[in-house]
């Protein structure tokens, strides 16, 4: 056993082998991959996968790595006797019902978005794929050319067997791991049944494994092992002398959770249409002490009742016929259903967990990119450091894994909210919002008013257009009027899940200097807006850093990304005790007033003279509201006059209501999250995760006003000033529709000639200049203000024209009053 590494990669699965695949392709040598079991069918999920990819998804950074998958397995990997590690069989997705017809269009919007061959299928045209399914069943189906079924254990062998001819590193089996040797915050060594291993670096691939070898470590991976039943069929009659192994597009049935593959002349059929069988990662066998393989359970026939029933129905020639074989299967769910990827709290300590056969082989290259340095593209959505401390709680992560489980292929809104579990964190003025029966949504364990029932009244003063179908759902026309309330007067708004951080120490200005595009280096009580970049000049943040004091700043983001933020800043700080990064967010509350008459209820409220040249725009000042000692920065997300208002916690109800009512003589209204997303499309503010993230540089965004190149050296600057000195590919554009009934949700494919040319990052109603919104990046020859496009919204073409931006306010004499 070599005994020591500059890598430790535990797990020889899909990840841990893609990775290690990946990290030799950039020239990394000196590389350890070691798994409990045999090489190569470890008994991990990888060993039992049925290997069907469906590379469609709603997520872009998910459709994107499920499409290298592809191309690596069919393209490069090999099998044994030659043939690629992928069969292109085509893939279907049958609607059952007349609901799940509708989501296939939808669907079918996502793959054009994300350049993905597909096609809408009549029953006929179904049949003519697959003459064993009963069309008379279905209304139709989603079709993807180069979906298929995938090789996984003779992937990882050709990965492996390539790794080792560039001498770049070794794989051993057999070698369980029985701890973690680390020391001033780093991990130092890999500590296994065959002994220790020095290391510099590891990373945790250990699939179901992954909370018993984190625990090891002293971290958190917040997965949830469930099991899913998996049988095999003895051989058909209609399949006989089949000379593939699959001639049939792989297909779900998705309104009874299955999915269905052929198998030379037989049917493998799985399902997960049954309560959902968890699994507590350290009661899971070894590869020794397992009967067939630690990853497999015995089979429960009771939870395949109604699938097996529903599978007959669909494919009669399945009916009488016996299963060869039947597992009940492991797969990792997270609470949230994306991947945990990135490095951990314990410096070194790489985790690549959670990653399903679908998006192996992409995600092993981008976390070996994140091991090199340089991550080709956004990867938010499975960053492990999204989690907020509540869902590393084991009993949020079991029951939101669960949910995942039951939810795997339900049609899912957008706006779709968990319904368990709620309430786990509360602003400390939720009773008033309670009181004004705001209908909550959830974000980050946060519950946020989206819009007030009490507001209903509003209608009978602001004319707002009714919505039907699918974008009427978990939607109020109370939004629209609580938009026009805050136009017209102003609004409260509940800001409490804000992060908000505190840099300080003698080190603190250079620091932020270093992270921020944009000076930082300005007077105390100014409040700057920024960009932070990676060294590719991707965007990994947009916020407000407030300078308080000559070494002390207040950083402040959104509430769901905050984690994300906080760690890139925590992971960039210098180590020799200068600057002092505290994460603020639970100590204080946060409330947004905007509106033509805030500064007369702010004036109403405090102490200060809150006048337009006492307190000026992007300026931030210490106040007293009521009794409650505060501080104002007059920044506005609403393209409104305003303030970010924000105190200690335990002076968040009296803040609330003495702004209330001072609010009452001049119409203040409360105001919900959803008013507060269609108030800054209108002023064409950027959300990031959406319209902004580190597949985009500030130039592409609309954001270049805020790169400062010749302040100095910064985080990103060369690749600024590539990429200030390149013609723009494409930009982020604001495109409105052409007719009455046009609107979008989010992803839907914009269209030129009837190409897909982009999709659409954010969508809303613009209820003050009366036009349906979406802002889509699009290529430089159709970004022209006046250019005529498409958006198609479940399988309707919408005419759309580029529009000059912001739409609302384009001088900013709104804010600037």
Not at 520 to 533: A, N, Q, R, S
């Amino acid at each position: 056993m070599i005994q020591k590494a500059r890598l430790v990669i535990i797990g020889a699965g899909i990840v841990g082998a893609s990775t290690a695949y990946h990290l030799a392709q950039l020239g990394w040598r000196d590389m350890l991959i070691i798994d409990q079991g045999p090489l190569f069918c470890t008994g991990g999920s990888t060993s039992h996968a049925p290997g069907l990819v469906f590379q469609t998804n709603a997520s872009r950074t998910m459709c994107e790595l499920a499409k290298y998958t592809v191309d690596l397995f069919h393209d490069v990997l090999r099998q044994p006797d030659g043939q690629p590690c992928f069969r292109m069989a085509g893939s279907l997705e049958v609607a059952y019902t007349r609901e799940r017809l509708h989501d296939l269009k939808r669907r079918h919007g996502y793959a054009q978005s994300y350049s993905l061959e597909s096609a809408l299928l009549t029953p006929a045209e179904v049949h003519a794929r697959n003459p064993l399914v009963d069309v008379s069943k279905i209304h139709g189906a989603f079709y993807v050319v180069r979906d298929g079924l995938a090789k996984a254990v003779d992937a990882v062998a050709d990965m492996a067997a390539q790794v080792r001819a560039l001498q770049a590193g070794e794989f051993y089996g057999n070698t369980p791991v029985t701890g973690f040797e680390i020391s001033g915050g780093r991990v130092r060594a890999v500590l296994t049944a065959q002994g220790r291993i020095e290391c510099e670096q590891a990373l945790i691939c250990g699939g179901i494994w992954g909370p018993k070898l984190a625990r090891m470590a002293g971290i958190s991976i917040p997965l949830t092992p469930c099991e899913h039943l998996l049988v095999k069929t003895e051989p058909l009659p209609e399949l006989a002398g089949a000379a593939h192994e699959a001639a049939h597009p792989v297909m779900r049935h998705q309104d009874f959770a299955m999915y269905f593959r052929q198998d030379f002349d037989c049917y493998q059929v799985g399902s997960y249409k049954h309560e959902p069988i968890l699994v507590d990662a350290e009661a899971i066998k070894s590869p020794a002490d397992a009967k067939l393989m630690p990853s497999v359970h015995d089979f429960t026939p009771a939870h395949f009742a109604v699938a097996h029933a529903a599978a007959i129905e669909l494919m009669p020639a399945l009916r009488g016929r016996k299963f060869t074989a039947a597992i009940n299967g492991m797969f990792s769910f997270t609470a949230d259903g994306f991947p945990v990827l990135g490095e951990s709290a314990v410096a070194g300590l790489w985790v690549g967990e959670a990653v399903w056969i679908t998006h192996g082989a992409g995600a092993g290259k981008l976390l070996a990119e994140l091991l090199d340095g340089n991550p080709s593209m956004d990867l938010h959505e499975a960053d492990i450091n999204r989690f907020h401390p509540h869902q590393h709680v084991p009993a949020y992560v079991r029951a939101r894994g669960a949910q995942n489980y039951r939810e795997v292929y339900d049609v899912i809104h957008p706006q779709q909210q968990m319904q368990f579990p709620r309430e786990v964190r509360l602003s400390p003025y939720h009773a008033r919002l309670v009181a004004q029966q705001a209908v909550m949504f959830a974000a980050a364990g946060w519950e946020r008013p989206q819009w007030f029932g009490s507001n209903a009244p509003l209608l009978q003063e602001f004319a707002v257009r009714e919505r039907t179908g699918w974008e009427a759902q978990h939607w109020s026309p109370i939004q629209g009027a609580e938009h026009l309330a805050v136009r017209a007067r102003c609004g409260l708004f509940d800001l409490h899940p804000f992060t908000k951080i505190e840099v300080r120490g003698a080190g603190a200005l250079t620091f932020l200097n270093h992270m921020a595009t944009n000076q930082i280096d300005v007077p105390v009580g100014k409040v700057v807006y920024t960009c932070l970049c990676n060294g590719r000049a991707g965007i990994v943040a947009d916020l407000t850093i407030t300078r308080l004091a000559p070494d002390c700043f207040w950083v402040l983001t959104g509430g769901s990304s905050g984690p994300i933020h906080l760690a890139w800043l925590r992971a960039h700080a210098p180590r020799d005790g200068s600057v002092t990064i505290t994460d603020e967010t639970s100590a204080y509350t946060a409330i947004g007033l905007w509106g033509p008459r805030a500064r007369a209820v702010l004036a109403q409220a405090c102490d200060a003279d809150v006048s337009g040249r006492a307190f000026p725009y992007f300026t931030a000042q210490h106040v007293t509201i009521g009794m409650t000692p505060a501080l104002a920065l007059r920044i506005s997300y609403a393209g409104e006059l305003g303030w970010e208002i924000y105190a200690r916690s335990e002076y968040g109800l009296a803040l609330w209501d003495t702004l209330w009512q001072a609010g009452q003589q001049h119409g203040c209204v409360a105001a919900g999250g959803g008013a507060f997303d269609s108030l800054r499309l209108e002023k064409g503010y950027r959300l990031w995760g959406a319209d902004i993230d580190i597949d985009h540089d500030p130039y592409s965004a609309g954001l270049g006003w805020t790169v400062r190149l010749q302040k100095g050296e910064f985080l990103g600057r060369a690749a600024l000033q590539q990429a200030k000195a390149a013609p723009l590919a494409s930009k982020l554009c604001c495109l409105t529709f052409d007719g009455a009934d046009g609107i979008a949700m989010g992803k839907e494919p914009v269209l030129a000639n009837g190409k897909a040319i982009g999709y659409v990052t954010s969508a809303n109603t613009g209820y003050s200049v009366q036009r349906e919104i979406v802002y889509a990046y699009l290529p430089l020859q159709f970004a022209q203000v006046g250019s005529a496009l498409q958006v198609e919204y479940f399988g309707v073409r919408h005419s759309v024209t580029v529009a000059a931006e912001p739409l609302y306010d384009p001088q900013n004499l709104k804010m600037l009053a």
